[in-house]
């Protein structure tokens, strides 16, 4: 069946420190991947995506590379702030061919940016 | 614009009683997602609507559960009876999505307690 794995939480980082949250992934054939974000007390929201492999997407100055070599899908920002502090999920969308939707998330890398 | 919205936002209740959630997607949209998440086992899909009808339930816990959508602005989740194992928080999504973009919609979520 289709999966993601994080990295386990929580990552305690200081400002404009360096970001990497590991994310792999076990699906058959082409899938779409995404990264949500989680703020506190409210719902998830989309923050990128990369529908095919080498694909690179990016939003708010976070950025995370579709590899398929090494079914990966890592998320990275080279200065975090305090308003990134938030819970941060990978997800996947099966190649699905028609009439298929479902949305497989990660269990959710929590985010710490101190002072 | 109006973001889906669910209600209520908190419930506390006692074993045993029927537990009503409620959600309005955003107008037009076409899809309708039910998602439950816990420490334990991160964010779960319970069952999605298109349309008004519900198109995959596999995810639903057990015969306690049942979700509804009468019209295209209304869904409800039903727990009857409720059990201490339900404490969660619940989460709408709504998309007008078909195949791939995966951009979902989240409220806020109802965080359930059942004592």
């Known amino acids: 069946g289709n999966s993601v794995t994080q990295m386990e939480g929580p990552v305690t980082l200081s400002e404009e420190a360096f970001l990497t949250i590991n994310c792999t992934y076990t699906a058959t054939g082409y899938p779409s991947l995404f990264w949500y974000v989680q703020y506190p007390g409210e719902g998830l929201q989309l923050l990128l995506k990369a529908t095919k492999a080498d694909d690179k997407g990016s939003n708010k100055g976070f950025e995370a590379t579709y590899r398929k070599e090494t079914t990966s899908f890592h998320l990275e920002k080279g200065s975090v702030q305090v308003s990134d502090s938030a819970v941060y999920f990978c997800?996947?969308?099966?190649?699905?061919?028609?009439?298929?939707?479902?949305?497989?998330f990660g269990k959710g890398t929590k985010l710490s940016v101190i002072p | 614009d109006a973001g889906v919205i669910q209600s209520p936002r908190h419930e506390v209740t006692e074993m045993g009683q029927e537990v009503t959630l409620r959600c309005k997607p955003i107008s037009g949209h076409d899809y309708l997602f039910w998602y439950r998440q816990t420490m334990m086992r991160g964010l779960e899909l319970l069952i999605y609507f298109n349309n008004n009808v519900p198109i995959d339930d596999s995810g639903m816990p057990e015969d306690r559960f049942s979700a509804k959508m009468p019209n295209a602005s209304f869904s409800t989740l039903k727990i009857q009876p409720s059990e201490p194992r339900d404490s969660a928080v619940y989460f709408c999504?709504?998309?007008?999505?078909?195949?791939?973009?995966?951009?979902?919609?989240f409220g806020e979520g109802s965080r359930l307690t059942v004592l």
């Open positions: 997800a996947l969308i099966p190649y699905s061919g028609a009439g298929s939707y479902q949305l497989t």
């Open positions: 999504a709504s998309s007008t999505d078909t195949l791939g973009t995966g951009e979902l919609f």
